[in-house]
C-alpha cells in the first residue's frame, strides 16, 4: 500500500475533520485524518488554550446526532 504525496492533490470537501472541546467550540479541519497524521499535525489548539487530538475527532454523523440528542450524548472513556 503505496501512500506518495500528490502535490497537485486537492482538498475534497469529503474530507474533513472535527474536532470538539470541552469547551463546547469546534474545530474544523480540512483534509484527511491519514493527511494530518502523516505531517505529525496531531495537535491543535482551541481558542480557549486546550489541546485537541485527533482523540477528539467528531464524525459529522455522530455531531448530528448529538445535535438530535441534546446532551444525551456521552463521552466515551469518562
Ligand atoms: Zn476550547
Redesign the pocket.
Known amino acids: 500500500m503505496e501512500g506518495p504525496i500528490e502535490s497537485d492533490k486537492t482538498v475534497e470537501c469529503s474530507g474533513r475533520l472535527i474536532l470538539e472541546?470541552?469547551?463546547?467550540?469546534r474545530l474544523t479541519l480540512l483534509g484527511l485524518k491519514e493527511d494530518w497524521l502523516s505531517e505529525e499535525r496531531t495537535n491543535f489548539e482551541?481558542?480557549?488554550?486546550?489541546t485537541?487530538t485527533m482523540a477528539d475527532r467528531l464524525n459529522e454523523e455522530v455531531l448530528e446526532f448529538s445535535r438530535l440528542m441534546r446532551g444525551a450524548y456521552k463521552v466515551p472513556g469518562s
Open positions: 472541546c470541552g469547551c463546547g467550540d482551541c481558542e480557549c488554550g486546550q485537541l
